[in-house]
Each structure stands twice: as C-alpha cells, then as structure tokens.
C-alpha cells in the first residue's frame, strides 16, 4: 500500500502559516532544496489543497523557462511538469486539467483506492486544510516536518484539536545550517 507524507513547513511553536497566511518567515536555501530534491524526485504522485494547488500551478509550469532560473527552479519545475497532481477541492468539480485528478467527494474512498495502486510514496505538500481533512479520516502515515526557528505566536496550526492521540515513530532528523530542523515522522498503526 502506498503511504501519504505531509510535508510541511512549521514555526516552532506549531504553525504552518501566519494568521493572514503569510509564509515569508520560511526559511529555505540550496542546502535544503537539494535534501528535498532527492527526496521527491522517488516520487511520482503530489497531494495537494486546491489553494496550494493553484499557488504551485501558478509557478511551477513555467520556473524553469524563466531567464534567471536557478537550479532549483528548473529541476522541481521538471519534476512538477512530470508529477501526477491528485487536488482535493469541492469547488473544481469536473474540470479536466492535465496530469491532475480532482478529488471532491467521497474522500476516504478515492484516497484508498489511489493508495491501492503499485507506486512510492504521495507526498501532500503544505495545504493545511488538506492535511486536517487527510488527518481526520486517519490516512496521513508520516510527517515530514521542517522546523523553523521562529515562534509565530498566532497562525494557522498543523495539528488541530483531536479527539484521539496520533502516536508517531521518529525516522530521522537533520539539522540545516540555516537553523531549520527537519524530523521525519510515521505514523505508529498499533
């Protein structure tokens, strides 16, 4: 079975973005982009919220032919242009994009048949209202989380108020030299 990996940014203090949604408190440079890079290139299927969705499309398409392009730009846009795009939306309903498939009712179901088939890893990337909705129906199995070193004190958390514990098994950690700490969670099943 495949596995979903959230993979998300974060203050300190828990919050994937600033009361406004503002992100620009993110710190990432080459050193991370290259760590993350080799990560996602396994993969063939991203997960995304429809904003986020419509923030990556926005850029992504095209980075790569931009005049000054830096290696990043040109390698993710690659991957990005190659990548099955999976969007969980109820307001694209039935449009037909290219490499997308638009989720918009029967969550659960649609995910676990996506997940049945033969591949690596999905990774959902940053969409906090995704990532909610995934978490409620138990059916993110890692994190894959980059602490920032910076305490937000009010935004848009990671993990909301739950009913039940999520147990996780800590994978690896790795310290950037920009301050950012990445922990790399799965989810404990038993």
């Known amino acids: 079975m495949r596995k979903i990996i959230s993979f998300m940014h974060l203050s300190l203090d828990g919050f994937v973005a600033g009361p406004n949604g503002e992100m620009n408190w993110i710190k990432a440079d080459e050193e ?8 996602i290139s396994e993969g063939d299927t991203a ?23 830096s290696k990043h730009d040109m390698e993710h846009s690659a991957w990005y242009s190659k990548v099955h795009k999976l969007v969980l939306s109820k307001t694209m309903k ?15 179901d649609r995910i676990n048949e996506i997940r049945q088939q033969a591949g690596p890893d999905i990774l959902l990337f940053g969409s906090p209202t995704a990532t909610h909705s995934l978490m409620k129906l138990n059916l993110i199995d890692g994190y894959w989380l980059f602490v920032n070193p910076i305490i937000l004190g009010q935004g848009i958390p ?10 996780l098994n800590l994978v690896s950690t790795h310290q950037f030299t920009c301050g950012v700490t990445e922990l790399n969670y799965t989810v404990d099943r038993q």
Not at 47 to 69: D, I
Not at 94 to 108: G, K, Q
């Open 32 to 39: 991370i982009f290259d760590h993350v890079g080799k990560r």
């Open 47 to 69: 997960l995304y919220g429809r904003v986020t969705y419509q923030l990556m499309e926005s850029y992504w398409p095209t980075a790569a032919n931009k005049q000054n392009a």
């Open 94 to 108: 039935d449009v037909a994009l290219p490499n997308t498939t638009i989720i918009s009712d029967n969550l659960s």
């Open 158 to 167: 990671l993990f909301t108020v739950r009913k039940e514990k999520i147990k």
